[in-house]
Protein backbone atom coordinates (compact mmCIF):
# COMPACT_ATOMS: atom_id res chain seq x y z
CA UNK A 1 0.00 0.00 0.00
CA UNK A 2 1.11 3.77 -0.98
CA UNK A 3 -0.79 5.17 2.38
CA UNK A 4 -1.11 4.14 5.57
CA UNK A 5 -5.31 3.74 5.16
CA UNK A 6 -7.24 4.13 2.46
CA UNK A 7 -11.43 4.07 2.70
CA UNK A 8 -13.00 3.15 -0.21
CA UNK A 9 -17.07 3.87 -1.19
CA UNK A 10 -17.60 4.13 3.05
CA UNK A 11 -21.83 4.10 3.00
CA UNK A 12 -22.63 3.78 6.88
CA UNK A 13 -26.62 3.53 7.85
CA UNK A 14 -28.75 3.68 10.70
CA UNK A 15 -32.55 2.36 11.45
CA UNK A 16 -35.29 5.25 11.98
CA UNK A 17 -38.43 2.38 13.23
CA UNK A 18 -37.55 0.02 10.46
CA UNK A 19 -36.37 2.41 7.70
CA UNK A 20 -32.63 2.42 7.26
CA UNK A 21 -31.51 5.82 6.64
CA UNK A 22 -27.90 7.24 5.31
CA UNK A 23 -25.89 8.85 7.44
CA UNK A 24 -22.24 8.56 5.03
CA UNK A 25 -22.54 8.09 1.78
CA UNK A 26 -19.74 6.46 -0.50
CA UNK A 27 -16.50 8.31 1.03
CA UNK A 28 -13.34 8.10 -0.15
CA UNK A 29 -10.28 8.89 1.97
CA UNK A 30 -6.43 8.16 1.79
CA UNK A 31 -4.22 8.99 4.89
CA UNK A 32 -0.92 8.73 4.22
CA UNK A 33 2.18 7.80 6.22
CA UNK A 34 3.86 10.42 8.37
CA UNK A 35 1.15 12.95 7.87
CA UNK A 36 -1.33 15.66 9.46
CA UNK A 37 -5.04 15.23 7.97
CA UNK A 38 -7.71 17.36 9.07
CA UNK A 39 -11.57 16.50 8.34
CA UNK A 40 -13.17 19.73 9.25
CA UNK A 41 -17.59 20.55 8.87
CA UNK A 42 -20.34 20.96 10.98
CA UNK A 43 -22.03 18.92 13.61
CA UNK A 44 -24.02 15.81 11.97
CA UNK A 45 -21.71 15.92 8.73
CA UNK A 46 -20.28 12.52 9.04
CA UNK A 47 -17.13 13.55 10.80
CA UNK A 48 -16.80 11.33 13.60
CA UNK A 49 -19.03 8.03 12.71
CA UNK A 50 -15.97 8.15 10.00
CA UNK A 51 -13.40 7.62 12.88
CA UNK A 52 -15.57 5.12 14.40
CA UNK A 53 -15.88 2.93 11.84
CA UNK A 54 -11.64 2.87 11.49
CA UNK A 55 -12.30 1.40 14.89
CA UNK A 56 -15.13 -0.59 14.61
CA UNK A 57 -16.60 1.06 17.12
CA UNK A 58 -20.16 2.10 15.65
CA UNK A 59 -23.41 1.90 18.42
CA UNK A 60 -26.03 -0.23 17.27
CA UNK A 61 -28.12 1.07 15.03
CA UNK A 62 -25.11 2.50 13.12
CA UNK A 63 -23.07 0.04 10.34
CA UNK A 64 -21.10 -0.43 7.65
CA UNK A 65 -22.95 -1.13 5.12
CA UNK A 66 -20.76 -0.81 2.21
CA UNK A 67 -16.96 -0.17 1.55
CA UNK A 68 -13.40 -0.60 2.81
CA UNK A 69 -10.92 0.45 4.63
CA UNK A 70 -7.80 -0.75 4.32
CA UNK A 71 -4.95 -0.28 6.81
CA UNK A 72 -0.78 -0.94 6.15
CA UNK A 73 -0.10 -2.50 9.54
CA UNK A 74 3.04 -3.49 10.81
CA UNK A 75 2.42 -6.98 9.85
CA UNK A 76 0.87 -6.24 6.54
CA UNK A 77 -2.28 -4.73 5.01
CA UNK A 78 -5.58 -5.47 6.60
CA UNK A 79 -8.86 -5.20 5.90
CA UNK A 80 -10.14 -3.46 9.14
CA UNK A 81 -14.04 -4.40 8.29
CA UNK A 82 -13.22 -8.33 7.70
CA UNK A 83 -11.62 -8.47 10.65
CA UNK A 84 -12.70 -10.56 13.92
CA UNK A 85 -13.01 -9.06 17.51
CA UNK A 86 -9.73 -10.25 18.50
CA UNK A 87 -8.06 -9.13 15.81
CA UNK A 88 -9.49 -5.63 15.96
CA UNK A 89 -8.42 -5.32 19.73
CA UNK A 90 -4.61 -6.15 18.28
CA UNK A 91 -5.40 -3.09 16.35
CA UNK A 92 -7.40 -0.95 18.09
CA UNK A 93 -5.29 1.36 20.51
CA UNK A 94 -1.77 -0.75 19.46
CA UNK A 95 -1.65 -0.15 15.92
CA UNK A 96 -4.40 2.95 15.99
CA UNK A 97 -5.78 5.42 18.54
CA UNK A 98 -7.71 7.44 19.27
CA UNK A 99 -8.68 10.80 21.52
CA UNK A 100 -11.91 10.79 22.19
CA UNK A 101 -14.36 14.30 22.31
CA UNK A 102 -14.40 14.47 26.03
CA UNK A 103 -11.85 13.62 28.62
CA UNK A 104 -13.76 13.12 31.48
CA UNK A 105 -16.37 10.90 30.33
CA UNK A 106 -13.39 8.86 28.32
CA UNK A 107 -11.48 7.68 31.66
CA UNK A 108 -13.23 6.30 33.96
CA UNK A 109 -13.62 8.04 37.17
CA UNK A 110 -13.00 5.13 39.59
CA UNK A 111 -9.44 4.08 38.89
CA UNK A 112 -6.17 5.96 39.07
CA UNK A 113 -4.08 7.72 36.08
CA UNK A 114 -1.46 4.99 36.89
CA UNK A 115 -4.15 2.20 36.78
CA UNK A 116 -5.97 3.45 33.38
CA UNK A 117 -2.71 3.72 31.84
CA UNK A 118 -1.45 0.62 32.72
CA UNK A 119 -4.40 -1.11 31.53
CA UNK A 120 -3.40 0.27 28.10
CA UNK A 121 -0.11 -0.82 27.97
CA UNK A 122 -1.04 -4.12 29.52
CA UNK A 123 -3.47 -5.20 26.93
CA UNK A 124 -0.96 -5.14 23.84
CA UNK A 125 1.93 -6.43 26.37
CA UNK A 126 1.06 -8.85 28.55
CA UNK A 127 4.47 -10.15 29.73
CA UNK A 128 5.46 -6.19 30.52
CA UNK A 129 6.45 -6.26 34.60
CA UNK A 130 4.71 -4.02 36.39
CA UNK A 131 7.78 -1.67 37.23
CA UNK A 132 8.13 -1.46 33.39
CA UNK A 133 5.15 0.00 32.82
CA UNK A 134 5.03 2.04 35.36
CA UNK A 135 8.39 3.72 33.89
CA UNK A 136 6.64 3.84 30.60
CA UNK A 137 3.59 5.67 32.08
CA UNK A 138 5.75 8.21 33.74
CA UNK A 139 8.07 8.96 30.84
CA UNK A 140 4.69 9.21 28.74
CA UNK A 141 2.92 11.69 30.91
CA UNK A 142 6.98 13.80 30.87
CA UNK A 143 6.51 13.89 27.42
CA UNK A 144 2.91 15.23 27.27
CA UNK A 145 4.17 17.84 29.82
CA UNK A 146 2.39 16.93 32.69
CA UNK A 147 4.05 18.44 36.06
CA UNK A 148 4.33 15.91 38.71
CA UNK A 149 3.47 12.87 36.72
CA UNK A 150 4.46 10.71 40.08
CA UNK A 151 1.35 12.84 41.84
CA UNK A 152 -0.62 12.50 38.32
CA UNK A 153 -0.57 8.76 38.21
CA UNK A 154 -2.00 7.96 41.96
CA UNK A 155 -4.52 11.04 41.13
CA UNK A 156 -8.26 10.67 40.14
CA UNK A 157 -9.52 12.07 36.92
CA UNK A 158 -11.99 14.01 39.05
CA UNK A 159 -8.52 15.81 40.97
CA UNK A 160 -7.75 16.74 37.92
CA UNK A 161 -8.63 19.95 35.68
CA UNK A 162 -9.35 19.69 31.91
CA UNK A 163 -6.11 20.52 30.16
CA UNK A 164 -4.66 17.45 32.43
CA UNK A 165 -7.06 15.45 31.65
CA UNK A 166 -6.67 15.89 27.73
CA UNK A 167 -2.84 15.44 27.93
CA UNK A 168 -3.37 12.24 29.69
CA UNK A 169 -5.68 11.04 26.97
CA UNK A 170 -3.01 11.75 24.71
CA UNK A 171 -0.57 9.74 26.76
CA UNK A 172 -2.97 6.67 26.95
CA UNK A 173 -3.06 7.03 23.08
CA UNK A 174 0.36 7.17 21.89
CA UNK A 175 1.79 4.79 25.20
CA UNK A 176 2.10 1.88 22.76
CA UNK A 177 3.23 3.81 19.76
CA UNK A 178 0.65 3.74 17.26
CA UNK A 179 1.47 4.47 13.82
CA UNK A 180 -2.25 6.21 13.59
CA UNK A 181 -3.72 8.71 15.78
CA UNK A 182 -7.41 9.82 15.53
CA UNK A 183 -8.43 12.94 17.26
CA UNK A 184 -11.91 13.58 17.50
CA UNK A 185 -12.10 17.43 18.72
CA UNK A 186 -9.18 17.07 20.60
CA UNK A 187 -9.66 20.71 22.09
CA UNK A 188 -12.72 21.15 22.73
CA UNK A 189 -13.98 23.34 25.87
CA UNK A 190 -10.49 23.70 26.45
CA UNK A 191 -9.49 27.23 26.89
CA UNK A 192 -7.11 29.49 24.11
CA UNK A 193 -4.21 28.66 26.07
CA UNK A 194 -4.52 24.76 26.77
CA UNK A 195 -5.73 24.46 23.43
CA UNK A 196 -2.83 25.69 21.93
CA UNK A 197 -0.56 23.78 24.05
CA UNK A 198 -1.94 20.77 23.30
CA UNK A 199 -1.99 21.17 19.45
CA UNK A 200 1.74 21.87 19.38
CA UNK A 201 1.90 18.96 21.92
CA UNK A 202 0.49 17.04 18.89
CA UNK A 203 2.55 17.80 16.57
CA UNK A 204 5.87 17.44 18.36
CA UNK A 205 4.88 14.02 19.36
CA UNK A 206 3.49 13.17 15.74
CA UNK A 207 7.39 14.44 14.62
CA UNK A 208 8.80 11.97 17.25
CA UNK A 209 7.00 9.09 17.16
CA UNK A 210 6.49 9.12 13.03
CA UNK A 211 2.65 9.08 13.75
CA UNK A 212 -0.06 9.65 11.35
CA UNK A 213 -2.69 11.97 12.49
CA UNK A 214 -6.36 12.34 11.77
CA UNK A 215 -7.73 15.62 12.96
CA UNK A 216 -11.42 16.01 12.93
CA UNK A 217 -12.91 19.50 14.28
CA UNK A 218 -15.30 22.35 13.19
CA UNK A 219 -12.33 24.65 13.89
CA UNK A 220 -10.30 25.84 10.73
CA UNK A 221 -8.27 27.21 12.71
CA UNK A 222 -6.83 23.92 14.25
CA UNK A 223 -7.00 22.92 10.56
CA UNK A 224 -4.90 25.41 9.71
CA UNK A 225 -2.55 25.01 13.17
CA UNK A 226 -2.02 21.40 12.37
CA UNK A 227 -2.35 19.82 9.45
CA UNK A 228 -1.01 19.21 6.03
CA UNK A 229 -3.81 17.93 4.06
CA UNK A 230 -7.81 18.71 4.65
CA UNK A 231 -11.55 16.94 3.40
CA UNK A 232 -14.44 19.18 4.29
CA UNK A 233 -17.80 16.96 5.01
CA UNK A 234 -20.84 17.86 4.22
CA UNK A 235 -24.34 15.56 4.70
CA UNK A 236 -22.50 12.82 4.75
CA UNK A 237 -19.96 13.29 1.50
CA UNK A 238 -16.83 15.34 0.94
CA UNK A 239 -17.55 18.51 -1.12
CA UNK A 240 -14.06 19.44 -1.34
CA UNK A 241 -10.48 17.91 -0.47
CA UNK A 242 -7.12 19.73 -1.09
CA UNK A 243 -3.82 20.07 0.92
CA UNK A 244 -4.42 22.98 3.62
CA UNK A 245 -2.17 25.92 1.49
CA UNK A 246 -4.40 25.59 -1.58
CA UNK A 247 -7.62 24.93 0.33
CA UNK A 248 -7.12 28.20 2.14
CA UNK A 249 -5.96 30.04 -0.69
CA UNK A 250 -8.22 28.86 -3.57
CA UNK A 251 -11.23 27.66 -2.07
CA UNK A 252 -13.74 26.30 -4.50
CA UNK A 253 -16.76 25.07 -2.77
CA UNK A 254 -19.16 27.55 -1.60
CA UNK A 255 -19.80 25.45 1.71
CA UNK A 256 -15.99 25.97 2.53
CA UNK A 257 -16.54 29.61 1.67
CA UNK A 258 -18.81 30.12 4.30
CA UNK A 259 -16.88 28.17 6.95
CA UNK A 260 -13.92 30.71 5.98
CA UNK A 261 -16.30 34.04 5.95
CA UNK A 262 -17.41 32.73 9.15
CA UNK A 263 -14.27 32.84 10.58
CA UNK A 264 -12.97 36.12 8.99
CA UNK A 265 -15.97 38.23 9.57
CA UNK A 266 -14.98 39.76 12.94
CA UNK A 267 -12.01 41.07 11.26
CA UNK A 268 -13.90 43.14 8.98
CA UNK A 269 -14.70 46.39 8.97
CA UNK A 270 -18.80 45.56 10.16
CA UNK A 271 -17.08 43.38 12.56
CA UNK A 272 -20.43 40.98 12.12
CA UNK A 273 -20.25 37.34 12.37
CA UNK A 274 -21.13 35.62 9.42
CA UNK A 275 -24.01 32.46 9.44
CA UNK A 276 -24.44 30.17 6.91
CA UNK A 277 -28.47 30.24 5.73
CA UNK A 278 -30.18 26.87 7.03
CA UNK A 279 -29.03 24.29 9.00
CA UNK A 280 -26.98 20.99 7.70
CA UNK A 281 -30.59 18.44 6.43
CA UNK A 282 -30.34 15.41 8.65
CA UNK A 283 -29.50 11.93 7.66
CA UNK A 284 -32.16 10.56 4.95
CA UNK A 285 -33.51 13.93 4.48
CA UNK A 286 -31.07 14.52 1.78
CA UNK A 287 -31.93 16.58 -1.37
CA UNK A 288 -31.62 14.64 -4.68
CA UNK A 289 -29.58 17.10 -6.11
CA UNK A 290 -26.19 19.19 -4.41
CA UNK A 291 -27.31 18.40 -0.90
CA UNK A 292 -25.92 21.87 -0.14
CA UNK A 293 -28.33 23.73 -2.34
CA UNK A 294 -30.85 25.27 -0.30
CA UNK A 295 -28.11 27.01 1.28
CA UNK A 296 -26.21 28.49 -1.09
CA UNK A 297 -25.98 32.03 -2.78
CA UNK A 298 -25.53 30.53 -6.25
CA UNK A 299 -27.78 27.62 -6.70
CA UNK A 300 -28.83 26.47 -10.16
CA UNK A 301 -31.92 24.55 -10.96
CA UNK A 302 -29.53 21.77 -11.87
CA UNK A 303 -27.80 22.31 -8.71
CA UNK A 304 -31.36 20.81 -7.51
CA UNK A 305 -31.83 18.27 -9.97
CA UNK A 306 -28.40 16.60 -10.14
CA UNK A 307 -25.60 15.70 -7.43
CA UNK A 308 -22.68 17.09 -8.30
CA UNK A 309 -19.40 14.60 -8.75
CA UNK A 310 -16.15 15.22 -6.84
CA UNK A 311 -13.86 16.33 -9.30
CA UNK A 312 -10.46 18.11 -9.65
CA UNK A 313 -10.77 21.41 -9.87
CA UNK A 314 -6.85 22.35 -9.96
CA UNK A 315 -3.82 19.66 -9.24
CA UNK A 316 -4.70 16.97 -6.26
CA UNK A 317 -7.67 19.79 -5.33
CA UNK A 318 -11.59 18.26 -5.07
CA UNK A 319 -14.11 20.08 -5.36
CA UNK A 320 -17.98 18.58 -5.43
CA UNK A 321 -19.75 21.67 -7.26
CA UNK A 322 -21.33 22.36 -10.93
CA UNK A 323 -19.83 25.66 -11.06
CA UNK A 324 -16.27 25.01 -10.09
CA UNK A 325 -15.55 22.16 -12.47
CA UNK A 326 -16.70 23.86 -15.50
CA UNK A 327 -20.25 22.16 -16.12
CA UNK A 328 -22.77 24.52 -15.02
CA UNK A 329 -24.38 26.39 -17.51
CA UNK A 330 -24.34 30.23 -18.10
Known amino acids: MKDLLEIRNLKITTLRGKETV ?6 DLNIPKKCSFGIVGESGCGKSITANAVLGLLPYPLRVSEGSIRYDSRDGE ?6 NKKE ?10 MIFQEPMTSLDPIFTVEKQMAEAVSFHHPNA ?8 SLE ?8 RPEQTLASYPHQLSGGQL ?42 QNDTSIVMITHDLGVIAETCEEVAVFYAGQIVEQANVVELFSH ?3 PYTQGLLRAVTSLG ?21 GCRFADRCSRCTERCRQEMPALKEVSPRHLCRCFQNSGEVDA
Open 268 to 288: GATRKLYTIPGIVPPGGQWLS
Open 251 to 253: TAH
Open 129 to 136: GRGEIRER
Open 78 to 83: KELLRL
Open 166 to 207: QRIMIAIALINNPRLLLADEPTTALDVTIQAQILKLMNDLKE
Open 22 to 27: RLLDYV
Open 140 to 147: MLKKVNIP
Open 88 to 97: MQAVRGGEIS
